[in-house]
């Protein structure tokens, strides 16, 4: 079944056959594609596209564009867009995106992150390197988070 599982108002996660729907994205009204693979097509449809190359590899780095891909999508959702996050089978690259997003933009904890993304999209399944990334992330957010307030 081809679908888009909404994570936020404005955020998207899906497959790469979901996420390639003209239909879909129109229905949904995604305004920013980001493909987080190598190999996975994008969307005929005419929406902004970003493209991270990354496999579904426990020692890919994705954490190195943590930052990128969650300003990007909070960029998007203040113009008033909607961002669909994919990869092959939105399982680990997708759900590693979105999470990084919900923890920097929304200011939750990993565990609440994965569960937020787990509840619309059931099957999300991070791989352990992608989880080990995250867990530094969350690190890095609540150091800087800490060294802001104390400025």
């Not at 081809?2 to 995604?30: D, H, M, P, Y």
């Not at 929406?47 to 990007?72: G, M, R, W």
């Amino acid at each position: 079944m081809l679908q888009l599982c909404k994570v936020t108002s404005s955020l998207f996660i899906s497959n790469a056959r979901s996420a390639c729907s003209t239909e879909l994205l129109q229905q949904e009204a995604v305004t920013l594609c980001i493909n987080i693979s190598r190999q996975q097509p994008f969307p005929s449809s005419s929406v902004t596209k970003l493209q991270i190359p990354v496999y579904d590899d426990p020692s890919e780095d994705l954490y190195s564009h943590f930052d990128h891909c969650a300003d990007a999508i909070q960029k998007e959702a203040s113009r008033g867009g909607r961002s669909l996050v994919y990869c092959k089978n939105g399982r680990s690259r997708s759900a590693t995106i979105c999470i990084a997003f919900l923890m920097k933009h929304h200011k939750v904890s990993l565990t609440e992150a994965v569960q937020r993304v787990k509840t619309a999209r059931h099957v999300i399944d991070p791989n352990p390197g992608f989880m080990s990334q995250l867990r530094r992330y969350e690190e890095v957010l609540k150091r800087r988070r800490r060294e802001f307030s104390e400025l």
